[in-house]
Each structure stands twice: as C-alpha cells, then as structure tokens.
C-alpha cells in the first residue's frame, strides 16, 4: 500500500499495476481498492497501463475529513494525478464516471484522455423522484445502523443484478464494504440529479463513453444524452455486458481510445 494526501490533508490509499501510460482508475459505490472484483480490473487493465488503484475517500485505507464534497474528491483525483506525474488518463465507473466526468471539466489541463463506465445520473424527472425515495430508504437504514441491509438496498435499487447481490456476502471483502456503507450518501449526492447536458458542452478533453449491453435502461438513456452533449465524444456498447462488466471486455476500449493500440484481449 502507497498513500498520499489530497488538499485537505485527507490521506488517500492507493496501489500501483502494471506499466505503460498512466491511468487513474475511479470506483463506484461500494467499492475499494482491495474488493477482488475492483483488483482483478486494475489486474486486466495494468497489461496495458500503469493503473493507480485508490480508495475513495471515507474508503479502505483512506481517510474521510469532513464535511463531504464534490470539490473534496475532484481534489483527490488531482493528488492522484499529481502523484502519477502530472498528467494521466482518468477512467471512471457508475459514480466513479460522475466524478471523471467533473474532473475533466475541472482539472483539463492535467488530463489527458477520459473514459466514462455507465454513468448513473437519474435520466428524467420521474426517475428523479424514485431515485430520492431510494435515497431516503437508505439514509433511514445508515441512520438505524443497518448498514449491510443500507448496502443490498442501494445495489438492488440501481439495478444491480439480483444474484450478483445475494453473493456478495461471499466476497472476502464484503465485511469492509459493508462499513463503508456510510459513503453511500456521498455517491446519492453526486448521481441524484439529471446528467449535466448544459455543462457538458464544455468538455474540452478526448472523452468516450461506453455502456454495458445488458446495464439499466436509464444508464443507456443517460449515456446517449451525454454523447450526444459532449463535443467528439464517442459512445460504445459493450456487447453481452452489464454493470460489472468483465475487465477483458473493458480493456480492448481503454487500450483503442487511450493509446491508439489494441490490446492482447482484443477480440478476433
């Protein structure tokens, strides 16, 4: 384990794969840098890139000064940045693409390209409003201190699927996910809203969006909206892929968009 610091004196745990150019890899909720399914991505992707592997604030090894925002994590990614040299490719997944996506109209400068993974802003109004009961639901049950049911509710209410749920008691990690159910608060503030059409248009980094297959339909609606809104930004559907899509179908886009080359997974 390697740690830095972030603006706010907030020390950030992270670990390093691979080699090649260097890639800033932003998870989603419920995950941290040890969670087996988030170390076999940076695994498969450290093939091609040299991955850095962090924990999110209030995650894993990290700290989580108060109080929480936006502009705290964006800050971490730019520690990051700074720690891999200065500049990097930033890849983000389901809330980790929210904050990609805010770092890259942010931190431009120091970002060189940018992969967004099924952004779960809310598409429409509708949806909105059911994502907020869901909101609710969950604060109720972090506040009860029942954080491992908190976790399943979350998950199973973004569309996660249900067997892949029921399982993850059987992660070796699921203990340490289940404590950081907390930050759940954290990735509901930055997804609870409609997807930032209007800011987006201000992208002024290489960016591409991909999206499983088999992820939810609103996850699908958002992407397009954003593609559409975001100048040059190209959108890719993983086929037969959902949500936790499988880093070998993951990496043949990274190793295509970010460096121009094709990637030992790529297939025939």
């Known amino acids: 384990m390697k740690t830095t610091q972030s ?22 909720a419920g995950c941290f840098r040890k969670f087996k399914p988030i170390e076999q991505d940076a695994k498969v992707f450290g093939t091609a890139f040299t991955v850095y592997n962090y924990d999110r604030r209030g995650r894993g090894d990290s700290g989580d000064t108060q109080p929480y925002a936006i502009e705290r994590e964006i800050e971490d990614i ?57 909101g609710e639901t969950v604060r109720q049950l972090l506040d009860a201190g029942r954080n491992k ?71 699908h609606e958002v992407s397009r909206q954003l593609a559409d809104a975001i100048p040059g930004a190209g959108l890719v559907r993983l086929a037969g892929q959902d949500h936790m899509a499988s880093p070998k179908a993951v990496l043949p886009v990274l190793s295509r968009f970010l460096k121009g080359t094709f990637s030992q997974y790529e297939p025939g």
Do not use: C
């Not at 890639?23 to 989603?28: D, F, N, P, V």
């Not at 109209?105 to 949806?127: Q, S």
């Not at 569309?159 to 404590?179: D, I, R």
């Open 7 to 28: 603006k706010d004196g907030t020390t950030l745990a992270y670990d390093i794969h691979g080699s090649g150019p260097a890639l800033i890899y932003i998870t989603g």
């Open 149 to 219: 049911k908190a976790m399943k509710t979350f998950l199973k209410g973004i569309g996660m699927p249900g067997l892949f749920v029921a399982l993850l008691p059987l992660f070796p990690g699921w203990k340490t996910m289940a404590a950081l159910a907390p930050t759940l608060a954290y990735d509901i503030a930055l997804t609870q809203d409609l997807p930032p059409v209007d800011r987006a248009v201000q992208v002024a980094v290489p960016l591409r969006i991909i999206v499983g297959e088999k992820s939810p339909a609103s996850i």
């Open 78 to 134: 730019e520690a990051m940045i700074d720690t891999a040299g200065g500049k990097a490719h930033l890849y983000g997944h389901s809330s980790g693409a929210v904050l990609a996506l805010e770092a890259a109209l942010r931190l431009g400068g120091k970002v060189d390209k940018v992969v967004l993974h099924d952004l779960p802003y809310v598409p429409n109004e509708a949806e909105r409003v059911s994502y907020g009961r869901l």
